[in-house]
């Protein structure tokens, strides 16, 4: 018990101590400046770690959630062995790369999901952690070496601890006014899907870690999964579904599987 309760001390301060410099977010054309410091973070196990995080989160007040169809067919393993919905699963490590945006060359999507609208209040926060998701071997199912391209893979960016954290907008979208699916919720994560396929193969996939789902959602959401993924929760562009636990959370964007830089600007971070 003592070593699960240390790991939940370690995963809620850590990206928390980092976050209190001050300054605002940057930006780089190149790999100017980088952290020193190298940590390793994996998946931790027990129902406790549930109950910390969710001992300090508020509920969300004026929030309803509604479940559509979703294409078949649904995942083939449960969610929580999923490595592919279930981040935790693969862990991830810090990275020495350059804490702050940069300008990364090639195509855009002027369709993709832009981050910025993770928060009510629409802004660029700052980056105060760089680290790459470990790969996944699908046979053995277990993890599989650091992917190092691109360079970063998971980004912790600064929040405000208790604030509310809304869906980026897209130009895509699911109908009737629908943006995401949830894939997998857990009271301290979520995966979000820009499409209606029960898996990440096509489309953008947005993973967050370090908030606290609102309870309500995570209900729904369980209870959608038991009555065998047919129909899983629904939001809208905008809706407000968890709130930042500390000082900082973790995001990780996919496009059709691919793991993406989440610092880049001309991609995630224009508007």
Request: contains cysteine; proline residues 6%; aromatic residues 10%.
């Amino acid at each position: 018990m003592f070593i699960v309760w240390l790991s939940v001390l370690w995963l809620v301060t850590g990206d928390w101590a980092a976050a209190q410099g001050p300054g605002d977010p940057e930006m780089t054309y190149g790999d100017a400046g980088a952290s020193d410091e190298v940590m390793h973070f994996l998946p931790l196990l027990g129902n406790d770690i549930s109950v910390a995080y969710q001992a300090a989160c508020h509920d969300i007040t004026g929030t309803a959630y509604e479940v559509i169809s979703v294409l078949p067919p649904p995942t083939d393993r449960p969610p929580t062995m999923h490595a592919d919905l279930n981040l935790a699963m693969r862990g991830y490590d810090s990275v020495r790369a350059h804490q702050g945006y940069v300008w990364l060359e090639g195509p855009t999507d002027y369709r993709a999901p832009q981050l910025k609208g993770l928060f009510r209040q629409a802004r660029l926060p700052e980056i105060v952690g760089t680290h790459q998701v470990y790969g996944w071997d699908w046979e053995c199912n277990c993890r599989h070496d650091l992917l190092d391209s691109p360079e970063v893979t998971l980004a912790s960016v600064t929040t405000d601890p208790t604030e509310i954290i809304t869906v980026p907008r897209s130009g895509y979208g699911l109908g009737s006014g629908y943006e995401v699916l949830v894939l997998y919720a857990q009271p301290g994560e979520i995966t979000l899907k820009y499409t209606r396929e029960d898996n990440v193969v096509i489309g953008y996939t947005l993973h967050l870690q370090g908030i606290c789902v609102e309870e309500d959602l995570l209900a729904l959401y369980q209870q959608s999964h038991a009555q065998g993924r047919s129909h899983l929760p629904a939001l809208k562009s905008g809706q407000a579904f968890a709130r930042a636990k500390g000082h900082a959370m973790r995001v990780v964007i996919r496009d059709s599987g691919s793991f993406m830089d989440p610092r880049s600007l001309k991609d995630w971070w224009r508007e």
